[in-house]
Protein backbone atom coordinates (compact mmCIF):
# COMPACT_ATOMS: atom_id res chain seq x y z
CA UNK A 1 0.00 0.00 0.00
CA UNK A 2 2.72 2.29 0.67
CA UNK A 3 4.53 1.64 -2.24
CA UNK A 4 1.52 2.42 -4.30
CA UNK A 5 1.33 5.65 -2.39
CA UNK A 6 4.70 6.51 -3.16
CA UNK A 7 4.25 5.55 -7.03
CA UNK A 8 1.10 7.50 -7.11
CA UNK A 9 2.47 11.10 -5.47
CA UNK A 10 5.97 10.39 -7.51
CA UNK A 11 3.46 10.26 -10.29
CA UNK A 12 1.71 13.44 -8.99
CA UNK A 13 4.67 15.66 -8.91
CA UNK A 14 5.91 14.68 -12.16
CA UNK A 15 2.56 15.67 -13.65
CA UNK A 16 2.60 19.05 -11.98
CA UNK A 17 6.40 20.14 -12.95
CA UNK A 18 5.55 19.01 -16.20
CA UNK A 19 2.16 21.69 -17.01
CA UNK A 20 4.72 24.03 -14.56
CA UNK A 21 7.52 23.48 -17.29
CA UNK A 22 5.32 24.00 -20.46
CA UNK A 23 3.74 26.94 -18.22
CA UNK A 24 7.22 28.53 -18.35
CA UNK A 25 8.15 27.86 -21.58
CA UNK A 26 4.70 29.29 -22.96
CA UNK A 27 5.63 32.54 -20.82
CA UNK A 28 8.95 32.53 -22.22
CA UNK A 29 7.55 32.33 -25.78
CA UNK A 30 5.58 34.94 -24.94
CA UNK A 31 8.46 37.27 -23.91
CA UNK A 32 10.41 36.72 -26.31
CA UNK A 33 7.74 38.16 -28.85
CA UNK A 34 6.86 40.95 -27.43
CA UNK A 35 10.19 41.91 -26.97
CA UNK A 36 10.97 41.53 -30.73
CA UNK A 37 7.32 43.20 -31.56
CA UNK A 38 8.63 46.52 -28.98
CA UNK A 39 11.88 46.70 -30.70
CA UNK A 40 10.30 46.83 -34.52
CA UNK A 41 8.10 49.25 -33.10
CA UNK A 42 11.20 51.72 -31.85
CA UNK A 43 12.75 51.12 -35.19
CA UNK A 44 9.83 51.81 -36.97
CA UNK A 45 9.57 55.46 -35.73
CA UNK A 46 8.64 57.82 -38.61
CA UNK A 47 10.41 61.15 -38.87
CA UNK A 48 8.40 63.82 -36.67
CA UNK A 49 6.97 65.38 -40.10
CA UNK A 50 4.01 66.21 -41.40
CA UNK A 51 0.24 66.78 -39.79
CA UNK A 52 -0.42 63.75 -36.85
CA UNK A 53 -4.49 63.54 -35.80
CA UNK A 54 -4.57 63.51 -31.99
CA UNK A 55 -5.57 59.91 -31.18
CA UNK A 56 -6.32 58.82 -27.35
CA UNK A 57 -4.95 55.68 -26.40
CA UNK A 58 -6.41 54.76 -22.76
CA UNK A 59 -4.94 51.97 -20.93
CA UNK A 60 -6.60 50.39 -17.51
CA UNK A 61 -3.66 49.23 -15.54
CA UNK A 62 -2.95 48.00 -12.06
CA UNK A 63 0.16 47.72 -10.22
CA UNK A 64 -1.38 44.29 -8.71
CA UNK A 65 -1.83 42.52 -11.73
CA UNK A 66 0.93 40.38 -13.11
CA UNK A 67 0.09 40.49 -16.60
CA UNK A 68 -0.02 44.60 -16.83
CA UNK A 69 3.58 45.84 -16.79
CA UNK A 70 4.32 44.50 -20.51
CA UNK A 71 1.24 47.01 -21.31
CA UNK A 72 2.60 49.49 -19.62
CA UNK A 73 6.36 49.24 -21.18
CA UNK A 74 3.86 49.68 -24.61
CA UNK A 75 1.98 52.88 -23.55
CA UNK A 76 5.59 54.24 -22.57
CA UNK A 77 6.81 53.74 -26.11
CA UNK A 78 3.83 55.09 -27.60
CA UNK A 79 3.67 58.25 -25.31
CA UNK A 80 7.56 58.84 -25.87
CA UNK A 81 8.64 57.96 -28.82
CA UNK A 82 4.97 58.22 -30.86
CA UNK A 83 5.60 55.90 -33.25
CA UNK A 84 2.66 55.68 -35.73
CA UNK A 85 2.69 57.65 -38.63
CA UNK A 86 0.00 60.41 -38.78
CA UNK A 87 -0.87 59.77 -35.45
CA UNK A 88 -0.55 61.74 -32.52
CA UNK A 89 -0.21 59.68 -29.58
CA UNK A 90 -2.15 61.04 -26.19
CA UNK A 91 -2.26 58.71 -23.75
CA UNK A 92 -3.38 57.77 -20.22
CA UNK A 93 -2.77 55.65 -18.17
CA UNK A 94 -5.79 54.90 -15.68
CA UNK A 95 -5.60 52.65 -12.53
CA UNK A 96 -8.36 50.44 -11.44
CA UNK A 97 -8.79 49.88 -7.32
CA UNK A 98 -10.36 46.58 -7.89
CA UNK A 99 -6.88 44.34 -7.75
CA UNK A 100 -5.74 46.57 -4.49
CA UNK A 101 -7.23 43.34 -2.44
CA UNK A 102 -5.06 41.37 -3.87
CA UNK A 103 -1.77 42.56 -1.08
CA UNK A 104 -0.79 45.66 -3.02
CA UNK A 105 -2.37 49.49 -2.84
CA UNK A 106 -1.50 50.79 -6.03
CA UNK A 107 -0.75 53.91 -5.06
CA UNK A 108 -2.18 55.38 -8.29
CA UNK A 109 -5.65 53.61 -8.78
CA UNK A 110 -8.56 55.38 -8.59
CA UNK A 111 -12.37 54.16 -8.14
CA UNK A 112 -12.83 56.83 -10.94
CA UNK A 113 -10.57 55.27 -13.22
CA UNK A 114 -12.64 51.87 -12.53
CA UNK A 115 -16.19 53.31 -13.09
CA UNK A 116 -14.86 54.93 -16.49
CA UNK A 117 -13.90 51.22 -17.71
CA UNK A 118 -17.01 50.26 -16.34
CA UNK A 119 -18.85 52.48 -18.43
CA UNK A 120 -16.56 51.30 -21.27
CA UNK A 121 -17.58 47.62 -20.79
CA UNK A 122 -21.27 48.95 -21.08
CA UNK A 123 -21.02 50.51 -23.82
CA UNK A 124 -18.90 47.87 -25.97
CA UNK A 125 -22.35 45.57 -25.32
CA UNK A 126 -20.32 42.55 -23.04
CA UNK A 127 -18.13 41.45 -20.30
CA UNK A 128 -14.91 43.78 -20.63
CA UNK A 129 -13.52 44.46 -17.45
CA UNK A 130 -9.88 43.17 -17.27
CA UNK A 131 -6.69 44.60 -17.32
CA UNK A 132 -4.33 45.16 -19.27
CA UNK A 133 -7.44 46.93 -21.04
CA UNK A 134 -6.43 49.37 -23.95
CA UNK A 135 -8.59 51.27 -25.40
CA UNK A 136 -8.43 53.68 -28.72
CA UNK A 137 -10.57 56.89 -29.59
CA UNK A 138 -13.31 55.40 -27.23
CA UNK A 139 -13.92 52.72 -30.09
CA UNK A 140 -11.70 49.61 -30.22
CA UNK A 141 -10.52 47.72 -26.95
CA UNK A 142 -8.05 44.64 -26.59
CA UNK A 143 -5.53 43.06 -24.03
CA UNK A 144 -2.90 46.32 -23.69
CA UNK A 145 0.17 44.13 -24.54
CA UNK A 146 -0.98 43.49 -28.06
CA UNK A 147 1.70 45.79 -30.17
CA UNK A 148 0.30 44.82 -33.50
CA UNK A 149 -2.92 45.51 -32.25
CA UNK A 150 -2.39 48.83 -30.90
CA UNK A 151 -0.23 50.03 -34.19
CA UNK A 152 -3.76 49.01 -36.32
CA UNK A 153 -6.35 50.45 -33.89
CA UNK A 154 -4.14 54.38 -33.77
CA UNK A 155 -3.46 54.11 -37.17
CA UNK A 156 -6.92 53.73 -37.82
CA UNK A 157 -7.98 56.10 -35.93
CA UNK A 158 -6.10 58.66 -36.86
CA UNK A 159 -7.38 58.67 -40.01
CA UNK A 160 -10.59 59.63 -38.64
CA UNK A 161 -11.42 63.91 -38.65
CA UNK A 162 -11.64 65.16 -35.43
CA UNK A 163 -12.47 68.33 -33.92
CA UNK A 164 -9.61 71.00 -33.11
CA UNK A 165 -8.69 71.06 -29.31
CA UNK A 166 -6.64 73.84 -27.48
CA UNK A 167 -5.14 74.08 -24.48
CA UNK A 168 -4.10 77.28 -23.02
CA UNK A 169 -2.52 78.04 -19.44
CA UNK A 170 -3.83 81.32 -18.06
CA UNK A 171 -2.63 81.68 -14.85
CA UNK A 172 -0.61 79.11 -12.37
CA UNK A 173 -0.41 79.76 -8.62
CA UNK A 174 1.52 77.59 -6.62
CA UNK A 175 -0.95 74.82 -6.10
CA UNK A 176 -3.66 75.60 -9.07
CA UNK A 177 -3.42 76.18 -12.48
CA UNK A 178 -6.08 78.40 -15.02
CA UNK A 179 -6.24 76.43 -18.34
CA UNK A 180 -8.54 77.28 -21.25
CA UNK A 181 -10.06 75.12 -23.59
CA UNK A 182 -11.42 75.64 -26.68
CA UNK A 183 -12.44 73.12 -29.16
CA UNK A 184 -13.26 74.26 -33.07
CA UNK A 185 -15.07 71.92 -35.55
CA UNK A 186 -16.76 69.60 -33.83
CA UNK A 187 -18.39 66.91 -36.22
CA UNK A 188 -21.79 65.75 -36.00
CA UNK A 189 -22.17 64.22 -32.31
CA UNK A 190 -24.14 60.52 -32.72
CA UNK A 191 -26.87 58.82 -30.46
CA UNK A 192 -28.60 61.16 -27.95
CA UNK A 193 -26.71 64.60 -29.57
CA UNK A 194 -24.67 65.00 -26.32
CA UNK A 195 -20.73 65.24 -25.27
CA UNK A 196 -18.50 65.64 -22.56
CA UNK A 197 -15.28 67.58 -21.99
CA UNK A 198 -13.26 66.16 -20.17
CA UNK A 199 -9.49 67.38 -18.96
CA UNK A 200 -6.95 65.26 -17.41
CA UNK A 201 -3.40 65.91 -15.67
CA UNK A 202 -1.14 62.98 -16.19
CA UNK A 203 2.56 62.60 -15.05
CA UNK A 204 5.58 60.97 -16.48
CA UNK A 205 8.28 59.34 -15.08
CA UNK A 206 6.61 57.33 -12.03
CA UNK A 207 7.81 54.42 -10.16
CA UNK A 208 7.04 51.67 -7.80
CA UNK A 209 8.85 49.04 -5.76
CA UNK A 210 6.16 46.80 -5.27
CA UNK A 211 6.70 44.55 -1.69
CA UNK A 212 3.41 42.47 -2.23
CA UNK A 213 0.71 41.06 -4.27
CA UNK A 214 1.47 39.70 -7.82
CA UNK A 215 4.46 42.11 -8.53
CA UNK A 216 6.00 41.89 -5.57
CA UNK A 217 9.74 42.34 -5.84
CA UNK A 218 9.64 44.62 -9.19
CA UNK A 219 10.44 47.65 -9.55
CA UNK A 220 7.30 48.98 -11.99
CA UNK A 221 7.77 51.89 -14.39
CA UNK A 222 5.16 54.49 -15.49
CA UNK A 223 4.30 56.79 -18.02
CA UNK A 224 1.16 59.29 -18.99
CA UNK A 225 -0.42 58.54 -14.92
CA UNK A 226 -3.50 59.73 -15.03
CA UNK A 227 -3.36 61.79 -11.93
CA UNK A 228 -6.59 63.58 -12.08
CA UNK A 229 -10.09 63.98 -14.84
CA UNK A 230 -13.00 65.40 -14.51
CA UNK A 231 -15.96 66.57 -16.86
CA UNK A 232 -15.73 70.32 -17.21
CA UNK A 233 -18.51 70.90 -19.63
CA UNK A 234 -20.87 69.72 -21.57
CA UNK A 235 -22.10 70.29 -25.72
CA UNK A 236 -24.50 69.25 -28.03
CA UNK A 237 -24.65 67.94 -31.27
CA UNK A 238 -26.05 72.15 -32.63
CA UNK A 239 -22.36 73.08 -31.24
CA UNK A 240 -19.06 73.52 -33.78
CA UNK A 241 -17.43 75.44 -31.00
CA UNK A 242 -17.21 75.89 -27.60
CA UNK A 243 -14.26 78.00 -25.06
CA UNK A 244 -14.55 77.20 -21.37
CA UNK A 245 -11.99 78.42 -18.65
CA UNK A 246 -11.56 75.85 -15.97
CA UNK A 247 -9.14 75.71 -12.15
CA UNK A 248 -7.13 72.66 -12.02
CA UNK A 249 -5.35 71.56 -8.63
CA UNK A 250 -1.93 70.83 -8.60
CA UNK A 251 -1.04 68.65 -5.91
CA UNK A 252 2.12 69.26 -4.23
CA UNK A 253 3.65 65.88 -4.57
CA UNK A 254 3.51 65.76 -8.17
CA UNK A 255 6.40 66.95 -9.87
CA UNK A 256 5.37 70.11 -12.83
CA UNK A 257 8.05 69.45 -15.45
CA UNK A 258 6.38 65.78 -15.97
CA UNK A 259 2.65 66.84 -16.18
CA UNK A 260 0.56 67.38 -19.33
CA UNK A 261 -2.66 68.41 -19.56
CA UNK A 262 -4.99 66.81 -21.69
CA UNK A 263 -8.62 67.52 -22.96
CA UNK A 264 -10.69 65.78 -25.10
CA UNK A 265 -14.61 65.48 -25.84
CA UNK A 266 -16.14 62.01 -25.94
CA UNK A 267 -19.87 61.01 -27.28
CA UNK A 268 -21.83 60.13 -24.21
CA UNK A 269 -23.62 57.44 -25.62
CA UNK A 270 -21.75 55.83 -28.57
CA UNK A 271 -18.37 56.99 -25.82
CA UNK A 272 -15.84 57.86 -29.19
CA UNK A 273 -13.55 60.77 -29.19
CA UNK A 274 -14.44 63.22 -31.60
CA UNK A 275 -11.29 65.71 -30.58
CA UNK A 276 -8.77 65.66 -28.11
CA UNK A 277 -5.25 67.67 -27.42
CA UNK A 278 -2.51 67.89 -24.82
CA UNK A 279 0.29 70.16 -23.92
CA UNK A 280 3.30 69.74 -21.07
CA UNK A 281 3.84 72.32 -18.57
CA UNK A 282 7.67 71.69 -18.30
CA UNK A 283 7.69 75.50 -20.52
CA UNK A 284 5.83 77.09 -17.43
CA UNK A 285 8.60 77.44 -15.18
Known amino acids: MKVRMTIFLTLCALIVAFFILIKREAEARAEAA ?24 ELFT ?29 ALSEHVDYWNYLGWADPYSSRIFSQRQENYSNAFGGDKLYTPQMVVDGQREFVGSRVGEAKEAI ?3 AKTA ?4 RITPMQQGAEDLSIKVEVENLPNVSG ?21 GENSG ?7 VTRWLNTIANVATSDKTFSTTYSVKIDKNWKRDNLK ?9 SRRIIGAGAIKLNWLG
Do not use: Y
Not at 218 to 224: F, P
Open 34 to 57: FTKEMEELKSSAPEPTGERVPVLV
Open 62 to 90: SEGCSSCPPADALLMQLDQAQPIAGAEVI
Open 155 to 157: AKA
Open 162 to 165: KATV
Open 192 to 212: NGKADVILAVTENNLSSTVSR
Open 218 to 224: RKLQHAA
Open 261 to 269: VVAFVQERS
